[in-house]
């Protein structure tokens, strides 16, 4: 979820079960339905019916993961100014609930998927950029995009503004995080 005083964010949810229909409802959000897996052609599915939205750029959010509007009303909009084509952070706090811990992490060469930006130029030019496969998708979307001539721009950015809430059913498990980065206070992540 992502909540700013200073940009219009429509929210398009790709679910792929019932019971969601009542929380995108309840909310106020749009969704499309399609299937789960593979995970690629599922985001996919999200681009390509983002296509029928007015937007200047697509942000891509997990359903476990949350920003700061920080990040976007501070970091991204010098990038939104310039109409960077893609760009996002490699920096995240990774939670888990129920070992009441936290990791900061730091990618080397990948721009993560969550809060990362794509102007809607590059999605009407790409609009299936992702593997159609469950796991490697940042990587390999961002490999898509190299490959069109489109690098990412990595933004930098001070304290916790991204955070993805981990545990052992994620696609990634906690279990691939309790040991790597830096740990962090659990109450002020």
């Not at 809060?115 to 490999?143: A, F, Q």
């Not at 990412?152 to 991204?162: D, K, R, S």
Request: proline letters at 5%; hydrophobic letters at 35%; a negative charge.
């Amino acid at each position: 979820m992502v909540v700013s005083r200073k940009h219009q964010i429509d929210v398009l949810c790709v679910i792929s079960e019932d019971e969601y229909r009542v929380v995108c409802a309840e909310y106020g959000f749009d969704w499309v339905m399609t299937e789960n897996t593979p995970v690629g052609r599922k985001i996919n599915y999200g681009f390509s019916q983002s296509l029928k939205y007015d937007y200047d750029y697509l942000m891509v959010m997990n359903s476990d993961s949350v920003i700061d509007s920080k990040l976007i009303d501070h970091y991204y909009q010098p990038f939104f100014d310039t109409l960077n084509p893609f760009f996002g952070i490699n920096r995240i706090t990774y939670v888990n609930f129920l070992t009441k811990q936290a990791r900061d992490f730091t990618y080397e060469f990948s721009v993560l998927g969550v809060g990362k930006c794509i102007h809607r130029s590059v999605v009407e030019k790409l609009p299936k950029p992702y593997p159609e496969r469950n796991r490697g998708l940042d990587d390999g979307m961002m490999d898509t995009l190299i490959h069109a001539g489109y690098w990412p721009t990595i933004v930098p950015y001070e304290g916790q503004l991204a955070w993805d809430f981990k545990s052992e059913v994620n696609i990634h498990p906690w279990r691939e995080f309790e040991n790597r980065g830096k740990e962090v206070c659990y109450s002020r992540a």
